[in-house]
């Protein structure tokens, strides 16, 4: 089913626009300008081609709710013309985003694409939006050629995807006021990650990583900065851009070393949160769970050769024959005190294991006790024992 038959199943119930008192059904009366209320649109779609009708393209939504849509692809320019403020495609399939998929959109505030499989972003693929979200997808690079225009967006969130790159100049001229890469695969900030970002951020969330290092000037200018949950052994106030508009930064669940801590603690301005000098892993870091894995193979590896020696050690001591069904063994007694004395005994093989003879000990005619002998035997071989 394409996307098209597919909006428009999901357009002719409801199309919720706002939660107002005033209520509209826009039919063909209906004044061209936004009207509060729920939409019925199902007269503005062809039952044929499923295209969606010029009519529905004259007013402005507030919402278009497509989440859990079962949507796969977005179309090329479905959405063109289409005035909405609030794009919300969450919990879908979809895994690319088309430089046409959202052509021709206008009045766009927020979109949601969060809970989708997005892997690829094509060049311009991200329209002029306010506010993106496009947390848990699989994202692993971010470059400015993505967005059509980064400089209208205020906030940014891509957390939880799997963003190990961000290209130089991603961010230019770009004027966010919040901005959230956390639980991501960042292993290093340069001088180029944040580089040409206009303003100042109210946020950047950068937790939850695994970042080990900060070059000098790498952290843009915030008010405040979350760099917990990662492997930072050293932060110094260098690794901002401008420290002196930053007010809060977050550095818990690191390696600090007390040294690098006291710089900021010299600091009047900012709010040093810390957990002195406590060092522990991110709690969802790649990295760490990596290193358990590894771990864990290590632990397999050595169990195996554990029961490898093991069993070294114990074939050893009995060693096994096959195909022989009974073993004699002879003693003969050499005591002076006594008359020579000859006793063969016939040992059953039991499961092609051998049992252990010892020296027997006679009594006249009699012997007691037999212990174990381990001797490696072929089919129909005796053994005798003298003295």
Not at 42 to 51: L, M, P
Request: proline share 3%; charged share 20%.
């Amino acid at each position: 089913m394409s996307l098209i038959k597919k909006l428009v199943i999901l357009l002719c119930p409801l199309l919720i626009v706002s939660a107002s008192a005033q209520y509209c059904i826009c039919k063909k009366n209906c004044p061209p300008k936004t009207c509060t209320g729920t939409y019925s649109a199902d007269v503005y779609i062809d039952k044929t081609s499923g295209e969606i009708s010029e009519e529905i393209r004259r007013f402005t939504f507030e919402i278009i709710d497509m989440t859990f849509g079962n949507l796969k692809t977005i179309e090329a320019k479905i959405f063109q013309d289409l005035k909405v403020k609030n794009l919300l495609l969450r919990n879908n399939y979809i895994s690319e985003i088309g430089t046409d998929s959202f052509t021709g959109i206008s009045n766009l505030k927020d979109l949601h694409l969060e809970y989708n499989v997005i892997k690829t972003l094509q060049r311009n693929s991200i329209p002029a939006t306010e506010n993106l979200y496009l947390d848990y997808n699989l994202i692993e690079v971010l470059n400015r050629w993505m967005f059509a225009s980064i400089s209208t967006i205020s906030v940014l969130s891509v957390t939880n995807n799997k963003i190990a790159v961000i290209s130089s100049d991603t961010f230019k001229n770009s004027r966010m006021t919040h901005l959230f890469l956390s639980m991501n695969r960042i292993v290093t900030i340069t001088e180029e990650s944040f580089a040409g970002m206009q303003g100042i951020l109210e946020e950047i969330h950068l937790d939850g990583n695994g970042i080990e290092m900060i070059e000098i000037n790498s952290i843009p200018k915030a008010k405040t900065v979350y760099l917990n949950n990662n492997y930072l052994t050293s932060l110094t106030p260098k690794n901002f851009m401008n420290i002196f508009f930053t007010t809060n930064v977050d550095v818990r669940n690191n390696c600090l070393n007390l040294k690098f801590v006291d710089e900021f603690f010299n600091m009047s301005n900012v709010n040093f949160k810390q957990n002195n000098g406590i060092c522990a892993l991110p709690k969802y870091n790649t990295n760490s769970i990596m290193i358990w894995v590894l771990y864990a193979i290590l632990a397999a590896l050595s169990l195996v050769f554990i029961i490898l020696i093991a069993n070294l050690i114990i074939c050893k001591r009995r060693n096994a024959v096959s195909n022989v069904q009974q073993l004699s063994v002879n003693f003969t007694n050499t005591d002076n005190n006594r008359l020579g004395c000859n006793i063969t005994q016939a040992l059953p093989i039991v499961y092609d294991e051998i049992p252990v003879v010892n020296k027997p000990v006679l009594k006249y005619t009699e012997y007691e006790n037999f212990g174990y002998l381990s001797p490696i035997v072929n089919k129909s071989t005796s053994y005798q024992k003298v003295g």
